[in-house]
């Protein structure tokens, strides 16, 4: 047994050590010929790996009708390939293919005690896989694999007192969830309100003579570009408002193009950990919309090329592929030397307007719904420069855009804050998870009771009835008794 397992399983008296293959029979998977799977519910069930795994129960997304291995109602269900570890209960006789096996308790073994076990020591069994290309454990490492083994009636004690003490932490957990969803309902709310204008509804009324009109500000804005450009000034496609909401007085619509200075991919370059250059930041360095600078890798690039990359304060990035595109983010403050990596898409927004405005307004939901009209592709669903340049959003004047960013960040930052509290309580549920766990396979969750049977003598038992015949051997698995099932 590993050291971690001895320092985690603290054997109280009553209990003893087994290998799993002494009190379970363990069925490994194989997987059926392809033309044997089908979506028409004709066979049993068919799981393959962890995809299909639920909370506690899978979830069948194709049956076989010649199964070739099957696992009984009760099963523990366990991924033996890429990942190793994860667990279910097998909800009803099913086929199973190469990347899972069955764990099936014997003499009585309970298969929610079973399963709880095997949380336990998820990441123990995952630390026993191996593989070049993917990570995989055999039939013969998982029964060799050593258990702290209480007697019978403590199994079922052990599993009734961690479901009991699970329910209570799924309902708070529940909770906790549903006032997260509703805190991202009222963001986007908070959102959608500031760009139809109704968050500084009040304040236009007492400002109306002291603003300039959002229409003089994008022609100046105009007129700059056309300078700037020395003749590849764009002309973008004038804006039909008769499909979008009406503006405020004094708001004009206009397209993103219109008020970027430049719209261009990233530089292309592997990734290196040495300071050889420039850091190169990812679409996978954008996390919570926010950077971690001190893991950002570098990357090599030649000094000429650099000026054209250089990330700098106001710019935004934007994913522009995979399971994030369209995602920003806006680059603030003081940061190291740094370029963006060819999957990001940078916007340099011209002088003279609040980038905080444009970047609220990327993460409004009329952004993102013409973000998912726009993008293309179904495996890899993707958006260019040109389509970020055309994007429509409402303009209001200057004054009016630092107070609608003053009003966003009032309300988002108390949000924010709430977010932060409710995942630290979701962190906080995880590690009482498995705290309990630990403390129920230390032998401190439920008391011992010394009339029970030692478990060193049920193992006896078992062991004995490995050395019977096969054919005996078959016939007392049919005695293993009831077995109580995760609820």
């Known amino acids: ?11 109280p008296i009553g209990w003893t050590r087994a290998k799993l293959g002494e009190i379970a029979e363990i069925v490994l998977g194989q997987s059926p010929p392809s033309s044997t799977y089908n979506e028409d519910r004709v066979g049993l069930p068919f799981y393959q790996g962890k995809l299909e795994f639920g909370k506690v129960y899978p979830t069948p997304v ?7 291995k099957t696992a009984e109602k009760g099963d523990v269900l366990i991924s033996v390939r890429a990942p190793v570890g994860p667990t279910n209960i097998c909800p009803e006789k099913s086929c199973i293919g190469r990347g899972l096996a069955a764990i099936r308790g014997l003499g009585g073994v309970n298969s929610s005690f079973v399963l709880y076990l095997m949380r336990t020591i998820e990441n123990v069994i995952a630390g026993k896989g191996t593989g070049t290309t993917f990570s995989a ?4 490492q998982l029964r060799q694999f050593e258990i702290p083994l209480p007697p019978l009636n403590e199994q079922h004690r ?3 007192k961690v479901e009991e003490l699970f329910s209570c932490l799924d309902a708070g957990v529940e909770s906790l969830l ?15 309100y500031a760009f139809e204008g109704k968050l500084t509804e009040e304040w ?3 400002h109306k003579d002291q603003k300039e009109p959002a229409q003089e500000l994008l022609e100046r804005i105009k007129q700059q570009r056309k300078k700037a450009e020395f003749g590849k000034y764009e002309e973008f496609p004038s804006i039909d408002p008769s499909g979008l909401s009406n503006l405020p007085d004094d708001w004009v619509w206009t397209r993103v193009g219109e008020i970027s200075d430049t719209v261009h991919y990233g530089y292309t370059a592997s990734a290196v950990a040495e300071p050889v250059g420039p850091k190169m930041l990812r679409i996978t360095d954008i996390q919570e919309n926010n950077v971690n600078w001190e893991v950002v890798p570098y990357c090599r ?8 990359y250089l990330l700098e304060n106001g710019d935004l990035v934007f994913a522009r592929t995979g399971a994030t595109v369209g995602k920003s983010f806006l680059i603030k403050g003081r940061i190291p030397e740094a370029v963006f990596a060819s999957y990001l898409i940078r916007i340099k927004l011209v002088s003279g307007i609040r980038k905080e405005f444009v970047s609220h307004f990327f993460q409004s939901p009329s952004y993102w719904m013409q973000i998912r009209q726009e993008q293309v592709g179904i495996g890899q669903p993707n958006v260019n420069s040109r389509t970020l340049s055309r994007i429509v959003l409402p303009f209001p004047p200057i004054m009016e855009q630092h107070k609608i960013v003053e009003e966003i960040d009032d309300r988002l930052t108390i949000t924010d804050e709430i977010g932060k509290t409710l995942q630290k309580s979701l962190t906080q549920a995880e590690r009482l998870r498995q705290s309990i766990l630990k403390e129920a396979f230390q032998g401190n969750l439920v008391p011992q009771n010394p009339t029970d049977e030692p478990a060193e003598k049920f193992l006896a038992r078992m062991r004995e009835e490995k050395r019977k015949p096969k054919t005996a051997i078959e016939n007392n698995v049919n005695r293993r008794g009831l077995i109580r099932y995760v609820k």
């Open 1 to 11: 047994m590993t050291a971690v397992q001895e320092s985690v399983f603290t054997l």
């Open 62 to 68: 194709k049956w076989c009708s010649k199964p070739k």
């Open 137 to 140: 454990i055999s039939g013969d």
């Open 158 to 160: 052990i599993a009734s």
């Open 178 to 192: 549903k006032v997260k969803t509703l805190l991202k309902r009222y963001r986007q709310a908070v959102l959608k």
């Open 204 to 206: 236009r009324k007492t």
């Open 301 to 308: 690039i030649s000094e000429d090329k650099k000026h054209r």
